[in-house]
């Protein structure tokens, strides 16, 4: 029985996460200092 396999897709880790949240951060910044 542990050799049965799981029924959940578990992807490849990525970098994309990572990349969204800082630019992210920087539109934050951006928007931020366009209104000051």
């Known amino acids: ?3 049965e396999r799981s029924h959940y ?3 490849a880790p ?3 996460p990572i ?3 800082i630019a992210l951060l920087f539109m934050g ?3 931020a200092f ?3």
């Open 29 to 31: 910044f951006g928007a």
């Open 19 to 21: 990349t969204g949240s």
């Open 9 to 11: 897709y578990v992807p």
């Open 14 to 16: 990525s970098t994309w």
């Open 1 to 3: 029985m542990s050799q």
């Open 34 to 36: 366009s209104v000051n």
